[in-house]
């Protein structure tokens, strides 16, 4: 018995391996839109499908960052100024696009642009960081994505959402965790939605890359400045030996962050060349290996082993 399981889990594999492998055609007469390409994945993705001669139009929020992408590419990749949070800059990005794709349509749309301001507690953090972090990592995805779908549909293209491995497993930085389940139910609708026109929806979930977000000088001065605007009576409950035990074990973390980035911009690609993409992309060892199967233990086993090595509040029962 146990033969035959090996053998149906060896042939699911290879089949797997063998309809994965097969890429669509003409992918140089086809358009990619990306957002968030200043810098991190975004950028990386931007200069790969640009070498590989698709026709990459990127979103940058910046023209400092606009400029450096296109003196890193060829003539084929185009930028546009782009902010998420801002209708009518979606809505010019979007008119820019349509008359670059003309009556082709647009081939992929990439939902690449996020932030990371909760470095903290739930209780330490400000409603503000809340209000603008869901209005880039969720709102922005959204408005983009409604924006841009009659060129995507037209096309017959591609939806890709980059959401977190903090969307399959919440247990810090609880606005960041709240926008990225956010994605995953949102590309779950479309990708249902979407299915009788031909558009394909894909999510990638990296797990710790060293990117902007997660810079560990910028991010320590977020926290201790989040640490810092903090109610008093709030730091009471916490103290401060917590905050600097916190302070410590969040730092470590984001010194083990992965530095290949083409983990996740290769999955990324995959999902707008192939002719038959993934639902979801788990892109890193440790989403792959350690949080995926995390998230299917039960979840007091689960909770044990996340927060066994967490430091006690000073008020703590």
Not at 34 to 61: E, H, M, P, W, Y
Request: aromatic residues 12%; positive net charge; contains cysteine.
């Amino acid at each position: 018995m146990w033969l035959y399981l090996a053998v149906l889990v060896v042939l699911y594999y290879l089949l797997r391996w063998y309809r994965e492998r097969q890429v669509v055609s003409h992918l140089r007469d086809k358009f990619v839109f990306i957002t968030g390409c200043d810098s991190g994945f975004g950028n990386q993705l931007a200069r790969q499908l640009d070498l590989r001669g698709l026709k990459v139009l990127a979103g940058c929020l910046t023209e400092q960052g606009a400029e450096q992408l296109r003196n890193q590419t060829s003539d084929r990749l185009q930028t546009v100024i782009l902010d998420v949070t801002k209708t009518e800059s979606i809505a010019a990005a979007t008119e820019w696009v349509k008359e670059r794709v003309g009556d082709r349509g647009l081939w992929g749309l990439v939902n690449n642009a996020g932030i990371f301001h909760s470095h903290g507690y739930a209780e330490w953090v400000k409603i503000e960081t809340y209000r603008d972090t869901l209005r880039v990592n969720l709102i922005g995805v959204i408005e983009v994505t409604l924006s841009m779908l009659p060129l995507v549909r037209r096309a017959q293209g591609r939806i890709v959402n980059v959401s977190s491995i903090l969307g399959r497993i919440a247990f810090f930085g609880a606005v960041y965790c709240c926008s990225k389940y956010g994605v995953e139910a949102f590309s779950d609708i479309l990708r249902r939605e979407l299915q009788h026109f031909g558009v394909k929806v894909s999510m990638v979930e990296p797990g710790y890359f060293r990117t902007a977000m997660t810079d560990v000088q910028k991010s320590s001065e977020i926290m201790k400045q989040i640490w810092k605007e903090t109610p008093a009576h709030i730091k009471e409950t916490y103290g401060e030996k917590f905050f600097d035990a916190y302070h410590d074990i969040m730092k470590q973390g984001l010194l083990g962050c992965s530095t290949n980035l083409n983990l996740v911009t290769d999955c990324m690609e995959h999902a707008l060349t192939s002719v038959h993409p993934r639902t979801r992309y788990s892109a890193g060892w440790d989403a792959q290996f350690f949080f995926v199967p995390l998230s299917y233990l039960p979840t007091s086993l689960a909770d044990y082993i996340l927060t066994r090595s967490w430091p006690k509040p000073a008020q703590a029962v």
